[in-house]
């Protein structure tokens, strides 16, 4: 079973409908993650899962790990290889993958906006 390094937890696949067995430990890593996340954020990574459709390609692309680019293609092999054997409805397939990567990109943009913290400091004026 693969594991995902900055969590340390087991990924496993599935050729059923039904999906993979995910263990408890592997559920727990990720809840007690995303509890660290302020509500503005949980949004923001909401809405990155449900453009990518996948929780592990998300965080891999809010953690800074993959590009938006990258994340969007596998998020899309299907769909790249039917591109690849059938071929590209040039302003549909490429509005789709222009879209997905404004909106991914976006909502990771959100999220890091929504994460950070930045203080200022003022500096007193000495006369």
Not at 56 to 64: A, E, K, P, Y
Request: glycine letters at 4%; hydrophobic letters at 40%.
């Amino acid at each position: 079973t693969p594991r995902v390094p900055r969590y340390n937890v087991a990924i496993g696949s599935s050729t059923s409908i039904t999906g993979p067995n995910i263990p408890a430990s592997t559920k727990d890593t990720f809840i007690s993650h995303l509890a660290s996340y302020n509500m503005w954020a949980l949004q923001g990574i909401e809405y990155v899962i449900t453009q990518l459709k996948s929780l592990i390609l998300s965080m891999g692309l809010i953690d800074r790990h993959i590009t938006v680019e990258k994340a969007v293609l596998l998020s899309r092999l299907e769909e790249e290889y039917q591109i690849q054997r059938w071929g590209s409805v040039e302003w549909a397939h490429d509005y789709d993958l222009c879209e997905l990567r404004a909106r991914a990109a976006a909502g990771t943009l959100f999220v890091h906006l929504c994460s950070e913290s930045s203080t200022v400091k003022h500096k007193l004026l000495q006369d």
